[in-house]
């Protein structure tokens, strides 16, 4: 009976050794998933390319974020790509009319994922004062939008401001897992 306890005993605390190693080896993997999820989010903030996709006058102002006077090279964003498969953001600058519905959600479609959407201006956020029958009622019912930039139109700063949000946004996602 002692030798059976004892036994038992020296199994329960190779049970526990081996559950106390697996546990360690589950935390080293977890550690190094979290630091490779950090690395390559930060990496994909800070090198996000803008698909070239301007709708309306908002467009005007998403032009002159580009340009050397706001600099959004700052954050590796200088390159406004003409193919959406060289895209993950699409800044949905002005008013998006029914016609033009279907190409925005093609491509969307063509980008790859990750992808993220900004609604630039109340046009492209809810129908701004256009609430009729050519204009889409918000981008959201075509797309997910992750942040939206009020203002008509907005100020190149809001924009950035945005920018960094969704920048905020994307650290914390970690789609990488
Ligand atoms: S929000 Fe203002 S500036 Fe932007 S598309 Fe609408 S009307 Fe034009």
């Not at 005993?9 to 546990?23: I, K, L, M, N, P």
């Not at 090279?73 to 895209?87: I, K, V």
């Not at 992750?146 to 914390?172: A, F, N, S, T």
Request: aromatic share 8%; glycine share 8%; with cysteine.
């Amino acid at each position: 009976m002692p030798v059976e306890r004892i036994e038992g005993f020296r199994t329960d605390r190779g049970d526990q050794q081996t559950s106390g190693q697996e546990a360690e080896e589950e935390l080293e993997r977890g550690l190094l998933l979290t630091t490779l999820d950090k690395a390559v989010s930060w990496a994909r903030k800070q090198s996000m390319w803008p698909v070239t996709f301007g709708l309306a006058c908002c467009a005007i102002e998403l032009m002159t974020t580009g340009t050397s006077k706001y600099d959004l090279a700052r954050w590796g964003m200088e390159l406004f790509r003409a193919s959406p498969r060289q895209s993950d953001l699409m800044i949905v600058a002005g008013r998006v009319s029914q016609k033009m519905a279907p190409v925005l959600r093609t491509i969307y479609d063509q980008m790859p994922e990750p992808r993220w959407v900004i609604s630039m201006g109340v046009c492209a956020s809810y129908g701004g004062m256009f609430t009729n029958y050519a204009i889409v009622q918000g981008v959201d019912t075509i797309v997910p939008v992750d942040v939206y930039v009020p203002g008509c139109p907005p100020r190149p700063e809001m924009l950035m401001y945005g920018i960094l949000r969704l920048h905020e946004k994307v650290q914390k996602e970690g789609r990488f897992r």
